[in-house]
C-alpha cells in the first residue's frame, strides 16, 4: 500500500458552497494559485454546468495553474460531463469528477429510480468521461447510508468501466470514525478489483467527525482524501485540509503515510480563504485559529521557556508563521517593513507598499506591539484590486449615554468630488452607515456585518466583515482598523466599491460578469 495520501482539495467546488462564501473568477483563480504553491495533488476548480461564471472559472483555472490536476464536477448525465470536459481540457492533468447517489433514500425520493436503473448510469457516465480523458473520479453520494452490497456492487462496475479514483463520501456527515472504518476495509475485502482504482474519502463535518472520519480511512486503506481549506464547506463545511495534513504529519509515527503538501504555505492558504470568502476563522480552530499557537497560562508559558514541547506537538513554523512576533515598531524603516512583508510572503508594488506603510507608521504611533497577525491585517486592508471609486476621508462620530450617535463624514471620489453629509442611528455604526447611504445613493441589502480582533488586547486591530446584497449577487468587504467604527465604516466602503465596480462591468457590453458572490 503507498504511503503517499493524495490530497484532493474542493475550496473552490464544495467550499464554495459554504452559504456566503462564493468567489468571482479573480478570486477563484488567486486561490487556485495558492492552492497550487501549497502542492495539493488535485484542485476541483467547481461544478461548471451549474452556471457560466462557474464553468468560466474552472476553464480559466485549468488553463493557468500548473501543478495539480484539475477537476470538475459532473452528475451523472451526458450534458454535465460534457462542460466538464470543455472546461478541464486545458489542463496538462485534466480530471473529469462524475458522481450519483446511491442510498435507497436518495434513490427513491431525489432520483426517483432503481439500484439496477442507477449502476447502469453511474457506468455509463464513467464509460462517457473515460471517453475525453483518462483520469475520472466517481463518486458514490451518501454512500455511508447506502445498502453496503449495492455500494461494493457499484464501485465494482465503475472500477471496470475504468474510474481512476472512486470516492465514498460521508455526504451529510452521518458516519461514526469506527463505522466508517469498516466500510472502508469492507470494500477492500469485498469489491475484487479494487486495487486498480484509489480509493478516495470526502467527509462532511455536521457531526464534527469529518478529520476523524477521514483519518480512520486513511488507516484503512484510502488513498486520497477531500477537505477544504479552514474546513469550509456545504452546512458544517468539509474535513479541513490544514488539520489532516498536520496530523498525518505529526502522528506519522502512527499512520506512516505522507502528503505532497508544502506546510509552509498552510497559514497562508487559511488567511487567503478567510479574506476572499469573508469566512472568519474561528480563534481556537485547529492549525490556523489564532489562538492555535498561543499561550496564557503562566505554567504553560513556564514550561515554553524550558522546551517549547512540553505544550506544544507542532512547530508554528511548520504551517508558515513566524513565532519571532515583537519585531516592528515606531523607528522601523521602509526597508525592514519590505523586508518583514516578504518574509509573510507579500510581494507588494510600489504604490501598496506605500499605502501599507503609511498605515504601518499611523498604527505604531497608536499602538505597542506589532504583531505579525497585524501587518497581514494591513496587507488585506491596503491591497485591493478593484478600484476605489469612494474614499473615507475623515469621519467624526459622537455618542453618549442617553444621546443620539451621530456620525459626520467626508468621502471623496475617484473624480475629485468631496461629498459630506450627516446622520443619526440606533448605534455608532448605524449612524455611519446611515450616513454613508445618503451620501452614496445605491440601493442595495446589508446581509451579513461580522467584527473580530485580529490580535488580544483592547489596543487590538478589528477586523470587520461586511456583506452587501444586490440583485442576487453579494459583494464582501472588509475593513480593519484600531477602532471598530472606521474597521467598520472601511468594509462598508470597499462592498460599496465592488458593487458599483462590477455593476458597471456587468452592464457594459464586454464586461461580462455572473451573478456571484464578490
Ligand atoms: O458531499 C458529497 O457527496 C459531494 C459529492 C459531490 C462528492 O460533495
Ligand atoms: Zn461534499
Not at 454512500?143 to 481512476?164: F, H, K, M, N, P
Amino acid at each position: 500500500m503507498s504511503r503517499r495520501i493524495r490530497i484532493f482539495d474542493t475550496t473552490l467546488r464544495d467550499g464554495e458552497q459554504s452559504p456566503g462564501a462564493s468567489m468571482n473568477l479573480e478570486e477563484k483563480l488567486e486561490a487556485a494559485k495558492q492552492l497550487a504553491r501549497l502542492k495539493v495533488d488535485v484542485i476541483e476548480a467547481g461544478f461548471p454546468i451549474s452556471s457560466p461564471g462557474d464553468f468560466e472559472a474552472v476553464k480559466t483555472v485549468a488553463q493557468q495553474v500548473k501543478g495539480p490536476s484539475i477537476a470538475g464536477l459532473a452528475r451523472a448525465v451526458n450534458e454535465d460531463i460534457d462542460r466538464v470536459w470543455e472546461a478541464v481540457q486545458y489542463s496538462k492533468k485534466p480530471r473529469i469528477h462524475t458522481f450519483i447517489a446511491t442510498s435507497d433514500i436518495h434513490l427513491e425520493r431525489k432520483l426517483k429510480k432503481t439500484r439496477e436503473q442507477v449502476l447502469d448510469i453511474a457506468v455509463a457516465a464513467v464509460r462517457r468521461a473515460k471517453g475525453y480523458c483518462e483520469d475520472v473520479e466517481f463518486s458514490a453520494e451518501d454512500a455511508t447510508r447506502s445498502d453496503v452490497d449495492y455500494l461494493c456492487q457499484i464501485v465494482e462496475a465503475v472500477i471496470d468501466a475504468g474510474a481512476t479514483v472512486v470516492n465514498i463520501p460521508d455526504t451529510v456527515g452521518y458516519a461514526i470514525p469506527d463505522e466508517f472504518g469498516k466500510l472502508i476495509k469492507t470494500l477492500f475485502k469485498r469489491v475484487p478489483n479494487i486495487r486498480k482504482t484509489t480509493i478516495s474519502v470526502h467527509c462532511h463535518n455536521d457531526l464534527g467527525l469529518a478529520v476523524a472520519n477521514s483519518l480512520v480511512a486513511v488507516r484503512a486503506g484510502a488513498g486520497q482524501v477531500e477537505c477544504t481549506i479552514n474546513g469550509i464547506g456545504e452546512r458544517a463545511g468539509n474535513a479541513a485540509l490544514e488539520e489532516i495534513v498536520m496530523a498525518l504529519g505529526t502522528r506519522g509515527d502512527l499512520f506512516g503515510k505522507t502528503t505532497g503538501i508544502n506546510s509552509q504555505e498552510i497559514y497562508r492558504s487559511s488567511r487567503l480563504i478567510s479574506d476572499l470568502t469573508g469566512l472568519v476563522v474561528q480563534a481556537n480552530k485547529a492549525v490556523v485559529g489564532s489562538n492555535a499557537f498561543a499561550h496564557e497560562a503562566g505554567i504553560h508559558q513556564h514550561g515554553m521557556i524550558q522546551d517549547r514541547r512540553t505544550y506544544e506537538i507542532m512547530d508554528a513554523q511548520a504551517i508558515g508563521l513566524k513565532e519571532s512576533r515583537l519585531v516592528l515598531g515606531k523607528h522601523s524603516g521602509r526597508h525592514a517593513f519590505e523586508a518583514k512583508l516578504r518574509e509573510l510572503g507579500h510581494h507588494l508594488s510600489k504604490e501598496e507598499l506605500d499605502r501599507a506603510f503609511i498605515r504601518f507608521k499611523e498604527t505604531a504611533d497608536k499602538k505597542k506591539d506589532i504583531f505579525d497577525e497585524d501587518l497581514e491585517a494591513i496587507v488585506s486592508d491596503e491591497v485591493s484590486a478593484i478600484p476605489e471609486k469612494y474614499h473615507l476621508k475623515c469621519m467624526n462620530v459622537f455618542t453618549s449615554l442617553d444621546g443620539m450617535p451621530t456620525a459626520t463624514l467626508k468621502i471623496t471620489t475617484d473624480d475629485g468630488a468631496e461629498l459630506v453629509e450627516s446622520g443619526i442611528g440606533v448605534g455608532s455604526v448605524d449612524a455611519v452607515y446611515k450616513t454613508i447611504d445618503k451620501l452614496i445613493d445605491l440601493p442595495h441589502e446589508l446581509i451579513d456585518y461580522i467584527v473580530k480582533a485580529v490580535t488580544g488586547g483592547t489596543d487590538a486591530f478589528a477586523d470587520v466583515t461586511v456583506k452587501l446584497g444586490d440583485d442576487g449577487s453579494i459583494y464582501t468587504g472588509r475593513g480593519t482598523s484600531l477602532d471598530i467604527v472606521e474597521a467598520s465604516a472601511k468594509a462598508y466602503l470597499q462592498a460599496i466599491n465592488k458593487l458599483v465596480y462590477y455593476r458597471a462591468k456587468r452592464s457594459s457590453k464586454d464586461g461580462h460578469v455572473e451573478k456571484a458572490r464578490l
